[in-house]
């Protein structure tokens, strides 16, 4: 399984973006996928989760501004980004949770800046 993000960029403060996560291989069977970030000089973080039977977790600090949303079909994840803020400034990293087995991306750059 690969997974390939994608749509990350240079934004002003407010602004808004959509992240896109592709997969590739055999994704049969319950997952979970789920973004991450990790700001310059932080721990990755978990950003929202979407799991395939449709649960769904965001945390605290992004909720009511992000949305995630999966296109099974597709096998791909997405991340709408509203009202960014500059401490949203990270290198956002999407994951594949499947079979017990987790998969990353390489991750894309979103800098929200002045």
């Known amino acids: 399984v690969q997974l390939v993000e994608s749509g990350g960029g240079l934004v002003q403060p407010g602004g808004s973006l959509r992240l896109s996560c592709a997969t590739s291989?055999?994704?049969?069977?319950?997952?979970?996928m789920s973004w991450y970030r990790q700001a310059p000089g932080k721990q990755r973080e978990l950003v929202a989760t979407?799991?395939?039977?449709?649960?769904?977790n965001y945390v605290d600090s992004v909720r009511g501004r992000f949305t995630i949303s999966r296109d099974n079909a597709k096998n791909t994840l997405y991340l709408q980004m509203n009202s960014l803020k500059p401490e949203d400034t990270a290198v956002y990293y999407c994951?594949?949770?499947?079979?017990?087995?987790?998969?990353w991306g390489q991750g894309t750059q979103v800098t929200v800046s002045s």
């Open positions: 979407h799991t395939s039977d449709g649960h769904i």
């Open positions: 994951r594949m949770v499947l079979r017990a087995t987790l998969y």
């Open positions: 291989g055999s994704v049969d069977g319950p997952n979970a």
